[in-house]
């Protein structure tokens, strides 16, 4: 099972942009779906977007359409999640996660491959 890392969290201000970015310690995510995750501090851990393996399908939040955009570099094994016009609400450590299976991930019901998390904190 692969190991995750994520990158390119930090502190930005409403209305900025950051992207995050996932990536396979030890060895690659190119035949996985991979998918996005955040947790506010009290909240649940809710779903943001997923990609399928080879990037032919991708799913988002309804709420999140439009702001995100999640996509795959196969040739540098990473899935990147471009975030814009970002809110106070969205202050959250977001997660990766990778499953052979599209649909466990958007369902979140993957027991596949988490990584630790990426804090996102945006200011009013």
């Known amino acids: 099972q692969v190991q995750l890392v994520e990158s390119g969290g930090g502190l930005v201000q409403a209305g900025g942009s950051l992207r995050l970015s996932c990536a396979a310690s030890?060895?690659?995510?190119?035949?996985?779906?991979v998918g996005w995750f955040r947790q506010a501090p009290g909240k649940e851990r809710e779903f943001v977007a997923a990609?399928?393996?080879?990037?032919?399908?991708?799913v988002y939040t309804d709420s999140m359409k439009g702001r995100f955009t999640i996509s795959r570099d196969n040739a540098k094994r990473t899935v990147d999640l471009q975030m814009n016009s970002l809110k106070p609400e969205d202050t959250a450590v977001y997660y990766c996660?990778?499953?052979?299976?599209?649909?466990?991930?958007?369902?979140?019901?993957?027991?596949?491959?988490w990584g630790q998390g990426t804090q996102v904190t945006v200011s009013s």
């Open positions: 990609i399928s393996w080879n990037g032919g399908r991708r």
């Open positions: 996660a990778a499953d052979q299976i599209l649909s466990r991930i958007v369902e979140s019901t993957s027991s596949g491959a």
């Open positions: 030890g060895g690659s995510l190119n035949n996985y779906a």
